[in-house]
């Protein structure tokens, strides 16, 4: 944790005690805000350096792109088409870039599967369904934890 991350949860601590003299029912306030921020703090920290490679046709469905939409470097990335039996790999993809990795002819249906490191050195794999004609993976309104069944 930063410094000035440190520095403000121990000085919220101190206001937190100092209202407590003043009032109970203020200082519980202020520990239950306090506690919102240390929350906040921490999923900050955790969430700081993780890339997100998500792939997807173009509009032409003659090029595979792939894209780091996360906050840090995607480092080792294998991308395998499926059942294409296309396979290429990058030595490393920034934030927010892109890579467009050109096809010999258009593809209707496949399976992408993509694997990469993060700056920590974990490996994370994921698997992308490409469609030219219907809707892909990065369906907008897909909910996030589904509690039923999507279609």
Same mark, same amino acid.
């Given at each position: /944790?930063? @410094? $000035? !991350? ?10 937190c005690v100092l ?17 919102? &921020? ?8 955790? #969430?700081? %350096?993780?890339?997100? %490679? ?23 990335? !294998?991308? =395998? ?8 790999? &990058? ?6 870039? $892109?890579?467009?990795?050109?096809? #010999?002819? /258009?593809?209707?249906?496949? @399976?992408?599967? %993509?694997s990469f490191d993060?700056? @920590?050195?974990?490996?994370? #794999?994921?698997?992308?369904? &490409? #469609? =030219? /004609? ?9 909910? /996030? ?7």
């Amino acid at each position: /944790m930063e @410094k $000035k !991350h440190k520095i403000l949860l121990a000085a919220g601590a101190v206001l937190c005690v100092l209202l407590f003299f003043i009032d109970i029912y203020l200082g519980a306030t202020a520990v239950i805000i306090l506690a919102a &921020l240390a929350m906040c703090v921490f999923i900050m920290e955790d #969430s700081r %350096v993780l890339p997100e %490679v998500t792939i997807r046709l173009d509009d032409e469905a003659k090029k595979v792109v792939v894209e780091n939409t996360g906050n840090a470097m995607a480092n080792k990335v !294998h991308v =395998a088409l499926v059942p294409l039996d296309i396979e290429f790999d &990058l030595p490393g993809l920034e934030a927010d870039a $892109k890579y467009e990795y050109p096809l #010999s002819r /258009m593809i209707t249906e496949a @399976k992408a599967i %993509v694997s990469f490191d993060n700056a @920590k050195g974990g490996r994370t #794999s994921r698997t992308f369904t &490409l #469609s =030219a /004609m219907g809707k892909g993976d990065d369906d907008l309104l897909k909910p /996030m934890f589904p509690m039923f069944k999507w279609k």
